[in-house]
């Protein structure tokens, strides 16, 4: 089994973090997005649309984070990362698609304002980075309601915090993590799963 990314990659991490979940190592093929290497006819061929992570297994091709981590969850020994009670299992996947609905986008454009400035040689625009960081806030607000009472989206850790990790991750090296502070139960259930061995792997990968 290979995987074909760049370790700082939102994506790439996602699915580091499910095999270290799944305790299984796979082949780490490194694409080096600082050099393009994602638009080379080679990876294009992966992964059509130039953009990390790809999957191959014996043969079998598989791009887009989301997928990829359902495909190694069911097919990898080890503890499941999707809820076995139906009710749970649909509560995560509302939860992933909040994420990749309301949440990430508007993460990502604060984050990636600033991440990008300085390879501009400009100043961060701050109305951007203003109003990723209102988008993402909106999200949180729902996220915090959602995790009252509750140490996990869907019942145990799951897909759904795994998702969300990655997008933590850089609002805090960014210094943008007020707005995780900021909501009583987002900023403990981001103590819980962001020290998880698993997830410290996956970032350990960029360290």
């Known amino acids: 089994m290979k995987v074909y990314g760049h370790p700082m990659s939102t994506c790439v991490r996602k699915v580091l973090c499910t095999l270290a979940e799944k305790g299984?190592?796979?082949?780490?093929?490194?694409?080096?997005?600082?050099k393009g290497e994602q638009k080379s006819p080679e990876f294009l061929a992966r992964q059509p649309f130039g953009v990390v992570p790809?999957?191959?297994?014996?043969?079998f091709q598989l791009y887009e984070?989301?997928?990829?981590?359902?495909?190694?969850?069911?097919?990898?020994?080890?503890?499941?990362?999707?809820?076995?009670?139906?009710?749970?299992?649909a509560l995560m996947e509302q939860w992933i698609?909040?994420?990749?609905?309301?949440?990430s986008p508007p993460a990502m454009k604060a984050i990636l304002e600033i991440f990008?400035?300085?390879?501009?040689?400009?100043?961060p625009n701050q109305a951007t980075i203003d109003e990723g960081k209102a988008g993402a806030a909106k999200a949180l607000d729902v996220l915090d309601r959602g995790l009252a009472g509750k140490e996990y989206l869907a019942g145990t850790f799951s897909l759904a915090e795994i998702t969300y990790l990655p997008y933590?991750?850089?609002?805090?090296?960014?210094?943008?993590?007020?707005?995780?502070?900021?909501?009583?139960n987002v900023?403990?259930?981001?103590?819980?799963?962001?020290?998880?061995?698993?997830w410290q792997k996956a970032i350990g990968k960029a360290r």
């Open 168 to 184: 933590f991750q850089y609002l805090f090296d960014t210094g943008l993590g007020d707005i995780v502070k900021e909501r009583s």
């Open 65 to 89: 984070s989301r997928a990829i981590i359902r495909y190694l969850d069911a097919k990898l020994p080890g503890t499941s990362l999707v809820p076995a009670d139906l009710k749970d299992r």
């Open 116 to 123: 990008f400035s300085p390879m501009r040689g400009t100043q």
């Open 24 to 34: 299984v190592e796979a082949e780490f093929v490194l694409v080096d997005i600082t």
């Open 97 to 103: 698609s909040v994420e990749h609905s309301y949440f």
């Open 54 to 59: 790809a999957l191959e297994d014996d043969g």
């Open 187 to 198: 900023a403990a259930w981001w103590g819980r799963i962001s020290e998880r061995p698993s």
